[in-house]
């Protein structure tokens, strides 16, 4: 498998030794709003995650990929912590409750298609942390939005249509 660094920042941006040079490029849902980061709104901030979705639908189909197992699930929510998450918006555009990411996320656990994309979300929202797995593809989050692929299949068609995303791949 060929491990793919898939992210929102565009690699002219970076210098010599591959840092991204823009400070104003928002890297979490909480700079929605921020001026520091140009005041990125939430529209603009869920078009980028659905970007992300999107990216690993792609390559989750070109590998015949269609469950995901949790792995090292860090998720430990406490009903006044998600309740702060609902105020502050982190849930916006989601329609799910405590009891389902209690019930839906343990290791172990296969997710199909729509639960693995509620999981990104949370990932890249920061309210759970764990890594996407499967014989031929596997998912991993890092800081500051960059998400790792390993994939045994990742074709021409697949990169552009990523790219056509607003994505790159590294």
Sequence with gaps: MATHRITKYN???????????????WTSISDIGKPEYNLPTFEEYY????SYCQAVKAILDLNNVVELEVV??????????FT???VKGYLKN??????????TFKNGIKLNWS????????IL????????????????FGYDYYMYVDSKLLDTKTIEKISEMKMFID
Excluded: F, Q
Aim: aromatic share 4%; net charge negative; with cysteine.
């Design 115 to 122: 639960d693995i994309e509620v999981a990104i979300r949370l």
């Design 94 to 103: 989601m329609n799910i409750s405590l009891d389902y990411i209690n019930k």
């Design 84 to 86: 702060e998450l609902e």
């Design 47 to 50: 078009l980028t995650e659905n």
């Design 72 to 81: 090292s699930l860090e998720a430990n929510l406490s009903k006044s912590e």
């Design 11 to 25: 690699p002219a941006n970076r210098n010599s030794l591959g840092h991204y040079l823009i400070d104003s490029e």
């Design 125 to 140: 929202r920061e309210i759970i942390w764990c890594e996407l797995k499967s014989p031929i593809v596997s998912l991993n």
